[in-house]
């Protein structure tokens, strides 16, 4: 098990059990409506940028690409989130919440949040990359780029077993390694005067403390964030809100409140 020595600022990571995965959507979803405009606000901003790429990759006949990008955004979501954590953050202080304070509160930690994000960032480019090499590895030059000819020449097709297979392994594992990094990093990032490497060795550290309820939880992203895109992004306008408020509890009750602990 990895271990590192915390200073006094740094608290410890509790066990969670796979069962409060309920207890964190129920706060996630009380969070939502206790401030309905801003936090659905985010989400309609989010699911709108996704319908325009989507709009963008259809009107170039390139709507394949768009499966490889919403793979990708599992991997960039925290920092998506970051306004929700904040949200929920001044609920949970009994602090006032409107956009400016929302806006003004990640900008007071942006050094920090934007440097974990360029580590989403790089894992999301590493993905887009790998996926490009990977389709060309396994199909021929003109392969269909339009959304129909994918999914009926390609996806569809017995023998892209092999192709499906080895994009699953590798976005899966780009997938474990950014879920692991940042799950807990992000929101951390956000209620302590921490640096990135400190946030991601707690966040990697409590992931692998609490393997079993972190498959169930990000799981419970996927399924969530999938069934957001797949209502022609309109799901998305509740589905990252739920979702970002429940991992700011989630985030809560991992982190210790003692200090002077060793992880």
């Known amino acids: ?60 006949a390139m709507g394949a690409l768009l499966f490889p990008l919403l793979a990708g955004f599992m991997l960039v979501g925290p920092l998506a989130a970051v306004f929700f954590y904040e949200i ?6 009994g602090e006032p919440v409107s956009l400016a304070l929302v806006v003004a509160g990640v900008r007071r930690r942006l050094g920090q949040v934007g440097n974990m994000g360029l580590v989403l960032t790089i894992l999301f480019m590493v993905w887009l990359l790998l996926g490009l090499m990977i389709f060309a590895l396994f199909h021929p030059p003109g392969a269909p780029l339009s959304m129909d000819g994918f999914l009926v020449d390609v996806v569809l097709k017995v023998d892209s077993i092999g192709f499906l297979a080895v994009g699953a392994l590798v976005g899966g594992t780009l997938a474990v390694i950014a879920f692991s990094v940042s799950v807990f990093a992000m929101p951390m990032l956000l209620e302590r005067d921490v640096g990135v490497v400190e946030a991601m060795l707690f966040s ?22 999938f069934f957001g895109m797949a209502l022609a992004f309109l799901g998305m306008v509740v589905a990252l809100p739920l979702v970002g408020h429940a991992s700011w509890h989630a985030y809560r009750d991992v982190i210790g409140e003692d200090v002077g602990s060793t992880l």
């Open 204 to 225: 990697v550290h409590s992931v692998w403390r609490n393997w079993r309820g972190m498959v169930g939880w990000a799981a419970t992203i996927a399924v969530i964030t």
């Open 88 to 93: 929920s953050r001044r609920v949970e202080n």
């Open 1 to 60: 098990m990895m271990s590192m020595a915390m200073g006094s600022r740094y608290p410890s990571s509790r066990l969670v059990s796979p069962a409060q995965a309920s207890e964190w959507l129920g706060a996630g979803w009380r969070d939502m409506w206790r401030h309905p405009g801003l936090s659905l606000g985010f989400g309609a901003l989010y699911a709108g940028i996704g319908a325009t790429i989507y709009a963008i990759l259809t009107a170039a």
